[in-house]
């Protein structure tokens, strides 16, 4: 059974805007609001484009706990609750299940990254651990390891991991993991500007960033493939892949902010290392948030 069905989006944290960047939790709890307003079909907090890689546990665990809150069961709320460190990641897990979380979202190791036979015991470790439902995130972009089909198909055995974040941008890797999905192991895009190509090949929703500005959009073409009009779809998805590249001209999720403080957002700017874009990058941002009537 699938955790969730069209776009998750990968929800920014928003800080205060004084030195001290802490996390804003009144416009938090808005955009969740406003997400569940605006066709998001699941909220996945804690990721990378929550920042989460700045946070310790209790701050975590408490920005968990909000968008729980603010959710109110209306959608589900996925955590991400992955690092390099398989002890910690068991803690934070439980302390998310705890919490409520319909499910978590588990990145590969990075820095200290292991072998392929090191990904099934960490992964197997962190589900065992644990009774809800799990997700598995692949963006060797970012880690530097690449969880290869083999390893996915024998993680998909373990009972409660039940599908994976797809970010390689490997269409034949992501095609080899579609040939054994099946309705126990659910195949989600981890890159916006694929989610049709994904789709194509029999995935069933798509882990987003430009989710976080445009959540109607995302959703209407997603379920507008799964309905059948698969030439409109994939319209919708060339119209929207220049403002998906734009939203990386920068590290993400700089652009991101940017984008959404164009937009009257507020959602302050990024911790460090993280830091703001430059003009060029912006005026490039704008003029596709324009073309799209976001500014």
């Known amino acids: 059974m699938a955790l969730f069905k069209g776009s998750g989006v990968a929800i920014i944290t928003p800080f205060k805007s004084d030195s001290s960047r802490k996390v804003d ?6 955009l969740i609001d406003w997400h569940v307003k605006n066709g998001t079909d699941a909220i996945i907090t804690c990721g990378t484009t929550g920042e989460t890689s700045t946070m310790l546990i209790d701050e975590q665990l408490e920005v968990i706990e909000c968008a729980v809150s603010a959710a109110k069961k209306r959608i589900p709320v996925i955590a991400g609750t992955g690092t390099n460190d398989t002890a910690y990641d068991i803690n934070v897990s439980k302390g998310a299940e705890k919490l409520g979380v319909d499910g978590l979202l588990l ?32 963006v060797p972009s970012r880690t530097a390891l690449n969880i290869l089909p083999d390893t ?26 579609a040939e054994f999905c099946d309705d126990n ?53 060339l119209k929207l892949n220049p403002l998906c590249r734009a939203l990386f001209l920068d590290v993400s ?11 009257d957002m507020e959602v302050g700017e990024c911790r460090l290392p993280l830091i703001g874009i430059e003009d060029s990058v912006k005026e490039m941002l704008k003029k596709r948030m324009t073309e799209h009537g976001l500014v």
């Open 152 to 177: 996915v198909k024998e993680l998909s055995k373990i009972e409660n991991i039940v599908g994976i974040k797809e970010a390689s941008g490997d269409i034949s890797q992501i095609a080899a993991i």
């Open 185 to 237: 192991f659910s195949l989600y895009s981890g890159n916006d500007d694929q989610t049709i190509p994904i789709l194509a090949l029999g995935g069933i929703g798509l882990i987003s960033v430009v989710a976080n500005i445009m959540p109607q959009y995302v959703h209407d073409m997603i379920f507008t493939y799964l309905e059948g009009s698969h030439d409109k779809a994939r319209d919708m998805q």
């Open 253 to 263: 999720p700089m652009p991101l902010k940017s984008a959404m403080n164009m937009m």
């Open 107 to 138: 990145v590969t190791p990075y820095y200290n990254k292991t072998s392929q036979k090191g990904l099934i015991q960490h992964f197997n470790a962190l589900a065992t651990s644990v009774s809800i439902p799990v997700i598995l995130y692949n």
């Open 25 to 30: 939790f009144d416009k938090y709890e808005e």
